[in-house]
């Protein structure tokens, strides 16, 4: 026996081997932890002796399990009133692993590097926050969909932290949910966010082919071996595994973004028009996919089975459009469907910042310039065909994806995209008539509200490698 690499994993009908992997592994890993409130630490280690102590102790005595993480949420199907305990994870970086003196270290040679090594066109370390720009060597996060939850948590680890000896916090970042008037998460520029997730377990693949929604034009379910690798320093590696942890705080200028939007809309429709910023994002506010209609207003859950075969000249989502940009769905001209489907990862992002504005009340003055943006965390098994992938050849590439002959090059991604200059982020195609290839406008495109503000490469190891140090 051995754990199932190849295709999703039924949890609650798992192999021996399934099930042991699921004993030991991280939660948030192959299902999402949903929690409305987070703090993540960031941590050094001046002590290997006093750090390994710690992080033993943490795990044994706060850390659950993936196994024990989906038991709590049937649990929570079957009775409401019963919620989950708080979620604590854990990542190490190729630098805490060399001084808590593990040999034994993920194979990832962009692991290896780190983050402030990579080429992303990344703004200069010296921009990033400060502690960003000194080694790291664990993050922790703490999370629970309520306040008091997470608070009481986090004072548990503070107290533990405290007492080490060998381990000291030098940063610390917040995150909150951010919602719209349906109670539903979005990011700052108002976006329903967190939508089209790879799913690993059987059960979460059926409930969406049981949805409304269905599966015939989009596969949700992707094999196990997209976010978790074996865990080199476990007891055994055969069934202890762990995932890559990419983290980056991305901060986002919201006026900036809303008041473009709306000369997007001059532009193209000579009027202020919702569907200018459907556009850039690729989706309505709402969530709705712009290849699929020209108006927000569909039903939850937010659609997922769509792809962009029936919009080969971009008139319905243009070719530069946010969610085209970052998943192609098959139709990005230089991969087969299968090959494009490696680079996606599991994102588990979160909004951070605090609104003075009401983020839904149509008003552009009054909306956040800086302070505000999104906590982009993923899971993957390989930083470079998944994270690295899609930020430099996909979002950042100005001539992806494939156009036909005689169409502009789309550009880089309007919303995440990154060039060493804004040149390449001039023009935009779109249709002033949706469907009409006829009525395709080149216009200015939105300028660059997005900055990046320091991020680092960790891996989330097994329970069981922490527990035996």
Same mark, same amino acid.
């Not at 192609?328 to 588990?348: V, Y």
């Given at each position: 026996?051995?754990?199932?690499?190849?295709?999703?994993?039924?949890?609650?009908?798992?192999?021996?081997?399934?099930?042991?992997?699921?004993?030991?592994?991280?939660?948030?890993?192959?299902?999402?932890?949903?929690?409305?409130?987070?703090?993540?630490?960031?941590?050094?280690?001046?002590?290997? $002796?006093?750090?390994?102590?710690?992080?033993?102790?943490?795990?044994?005595?706060?850390?659950?399990?993936?196994?024990?993480?989906?038991?709590?949420? *049937?649990?929570?199907?079957?009775?409401?009133?019963?919620?989950?305990?708080?979620?604590?994870?854990?990542?190490?970086?190729?630098?805490?692993?060399?001084?808590?003196?593990?040999?034994?270290?993920?194979?990832?040679?962009?692991?290896?590097?780190?983050?402030?090594?990579?080429?992303?066109?990344?703004?200069?370390?010296?921009?990033?926050?400060?502690?960003?720009?000194?080694?790291?060597?664990? $993050?922790?996060?703490?999370?629970?969909?309520?306040?008091?939850?997470?608070?009481?948590?986090?004072?548990?680890?503070? =107290?533990?932290?405290?007492? =080490?000896?060998?381990?000291?916090? $030098?940063?610390?970042?917040? !995150?909150?949910?951010? %919602?719209?008037?349906?109670?539903? @998460?979005?990011?700052?520029?108002?976006?329903?966010? !967190? +939508?089209?997730?790879?799913?690993?377990?059987?059960?979460?693949?059926?409930? *969406?082919?049981?949805?409304?929604?269905?599966? #015939?034009?989009?596969?949700?379910?992707?094999?196990?071996?997209?976010?978790?690798?074996?865990?080199?320093?476990?007891?055994?590696?055969?069934? %202890?595994? !762990?995932?890559?942890?990419?983290?980056?705080?991305?901060?986002?200028?919201?006026?900036?973004?809303?008041?473009?939007?709306?000369?997007?809309?001059? +532009?193209?429709?000579?009027?202020?028009?919702?569907?200018?910023?459907?556009?850039?994002? @690729?989706? &309505?506010?709402?969530?709705?996919?712009?290849?699929?209609?020209?108006?927000?207003?569909?039903?939850?859950?937010?659609?997922?089975?769509?792809?962009?075969?029936?919009?080969? =000249?971009?008139?319905?989502?243009?070719?530069?459009?946010?969610?085209?940009?970052?998943?192609?769905?098959?139709?990005?001209?230089?991969?087969?469907?299968?090959?494009?489907?490696?680079?996606?990862?599991?994102?588990?992002?979160?909004?951070?910042?605090?609104?003075?504005?009401?983020?839904?009340? @149509?008003?552009?003055?009054?909306?956040?310039?800086?302070? $505000?943006?999104?906590?982009?965390?993923?899971?993957?098994?390989?930083? !470079?065909?998944? &994270?690295?992938?899609?930020?430099?050849?996909?979002?950042?590439?100005?001539?992806?994806?494939?156009?036909?002959? @005689?169409?502009?090059?789309?550009?880089?991604?309007?919303?995440?995209?990154?060039?060493?200059?804004?040149? #390449? +982020?001039?023009?935009?195609?779109?249709?002033?008539?949706?469907?009409?290839?006829?009525?395709?406008?080149?216009?200015?495109?939105?300028?660059?509200?997005?900055?990046?503000?320091?991020?680092?490469?960790?891996?989330?190891?097994?329970?069981?490698?922490? +527990?035996?140090?």
């Amino acid at each position: 026996m051995s754990v199932t690499l190849n295709s999703p994993i039924s949890w609650k009908n798992a192999a021996p081997d399934d099930v042991k992997m699921l004993d030991n592994l991280q939660p948030n890993i192959v299902k999402p932890h949903v929690r409305e409130f987070l703090t993540l630490l960031f941590l050094q280690f001046n002590q290997p $002796v006093g750090a390994k102590n710690f992080l033993k102790t943490l795990s044994t005595s706060m850390m659950k399990s993936a196994k024990q993480h989906l038991k709590e949420i *049937e649990a929570f199907k079957a009775k409401p009133a019963k919620p989950g305990t708080p979620y604590i994870g854990l990542g190490l970086t190729k630098a805490g692993y060399n001084i808590l003196g593990i040999t034994k270290t993920p194979a990832d040679g962009l692991f290896d590097k780190g983050m402030q090594k990579s080429s992303l066109n990344d703004p200069a370390v010296i921009t990033w926050d400060p502690y960003f720009q000194h080694p790291i060597h664990a $993050v922790l996060l703490v999370g629970d969909m309520l306040n008091d939850k997470k608070a009481a948590a986090l004072d548990k680890v503070m =107290s533990l932290i405290k007492k =080490s000896k060998g381990v000291t916090i $030098v940063g610390a970042q917040d !995150g909150a949910g951010l %919602h719209n008037d349906n109670k539903e @998460g979005i990011e700052h520029f108002g976006y329903v966010d !967190g +939508r089209s997730q790879p799913l690993f377990l059987q059960e979460d693949i059926d409930a *969406e082919e049981n949805g409304t929604d269905g599966t #015939a034009n989009w596969d949700p379910g992707f094999p196990l071996k997209q976010v978790i690798v074996p865990d080199p320093a476990a007891p055994d590696p055969k069934v %202890h595994f !762990g995932s890559y942890f990419v983290y980056r705080k991305l901060e986002q200028n919201v006026r900036l973004f809303k008041a473009q939007e709306q000369k997007l809309a001059d +532009r193209l429709f000579g009027k202020d028009e919702e569907i200018a910023g459907a556009l850039v994002v @690729g989706r &309505f506010e709402d969530g709705t996919p712009v290849t699929m209609q020209f108006e927000d207003g569909v039903e939850s859950p937010v659609p997922n089975n769509f792809n962009y075969f029936s919009d080969k =000249s971009g008139a319905k989502c243009p070719f530069s459009g946010h969610i085209r940009k970052t998943n192609p769905r098959g139709s990005g001209g230089f991969e087969d469907h299968a090959g494009e489907r490696t680079h996606l990862m599991a994102r588990r992002g979160q909004t951070y910042g605090v609104r003075t504005d009401n983020p839904n009340d @149509g008003k552009i003055a009054n909306k956040p310039e800086k302070y $505000v943006g999104l906590l982009f965390m993923a899971f993957n098994s390989d930083i !470079g065909n998944q &994270f690295e992938f899609t930020q430099k050849n996909w979002a950042n590439n100005p001539g992806f994806p494939a156009v036909p002959p @005689g169409f502009p090059a789309p550009g880089v991604d309007p919303v995440i995209g990154q060039t060493p200059n804004d040149a #390449a +982020r001039t023009k935009m195609e779109a249709a002033t008539q949706w469907g009409n290839p006829k009525s395709l406008k080149k216009v200015a495109t939105v300028p660059r509200a997005v900055t990046m503000k320091g991020g680092e490469y960790f891996f989330m190891p097994s329970l069981a490698f922490l +527990r035996s140090l």
